[in-house]
């Protein structure tokens, strides 16, 4: 317990040196004006993620007309970039049967209260609040792929311990926790896949990319 604790004083002394080294750099290169509006960000999120919706998309909103203010050229690049990726991973994927595939600027799916009809999709959006429950789904066909994509996220996904599943989410900003996997700060990936995955009857393949986001998968 004690060693436990000590490692986790050590991991949030280098995240501490990690957000102090960002700040600075950031501040440096880009201004004050960046520097809150990613501080807006960032809060918006953690206040979703607490439960706090109404103060999350405010803060949100903020930050993203301080940013978009500051460098609108910029950010139309990053959304076409964005969009490009989002349509070429979309065209590597072979669908059979129906799939979902939309683009929204703002998109908010709260499939974890009632049961929903699951089958392939692919989704994208500037800023998205996506929330699945697994548990609750009614799988069209046994095997899935779900491809998550944009620029700031709040993605919440239970998948309940009987279903495989192929995780691959890269997060440049935020974090990423995928079981007992989690990467934070900077350029986060993590793949990972289920032990029973092989013999399991429903599969999902799961794909994550986001700019800025905090994306949490748990198995229950």
Request: aromatic share 12%.
């Amino acid at each position: 317990m004690e060693n436990h604790n000590k490692q986790n004083s050590k991991r949030n002394t280098y995240l501490i040196f990690i957000a102090a080294g960002l700040f600075i750099l950031l501040y440096h290169v880009f201004g004050f004006a960046v520097v809150i509006s990613i501080l807006f960000i960032f809060l918006g999120l953690r206040a979703l993620r607490t439960g706090e919706v109404k103060k999350g998309y405010i803060m949100l909103a903020i930050g993203a007309v301080l940013i978009i203010g500051h460098f609108f050229v910029i950010i139309v690049a990053i959304v076409f970039i964005s969009l490009g990726f989002y349509f070429l991973k979309t065209r590597q994927n072979h669908w059979k049967g129906a799939y979902l595939n939309r683009q929204k600027i703002i998109e908010s799916l709260q499939w974890n209260k009632k049961p929903w009809s699951l089958h392939s999709m692919s989704i994208w959006n500037v800023i998205g609040e996506i929330k699945l429950d697994l548990g609750l789904a009614i799988w069209e066909e046994p095997e899935v792929t779900i491809i998550l994509q944009g620029i700031i996220g709040d993605i919440d996904i239970i998948v309940p311990e009987n279903v495989g599943i192929i995780v691959t989410g890269s997060v440049i900003f935020g974090q990423i926790e995928v079981e007992s996997e989690k990467e934070a700060g900077v350029l986060n990936k993590i793949i990972w896949q289920s032990p029973n995955y092989p013999i399991c009857t429903n599969k999902v393949k799961l794909h994550i990319s986001y700019i800025v986001a905090d994306v949490d998968v748990k198995i229950i």
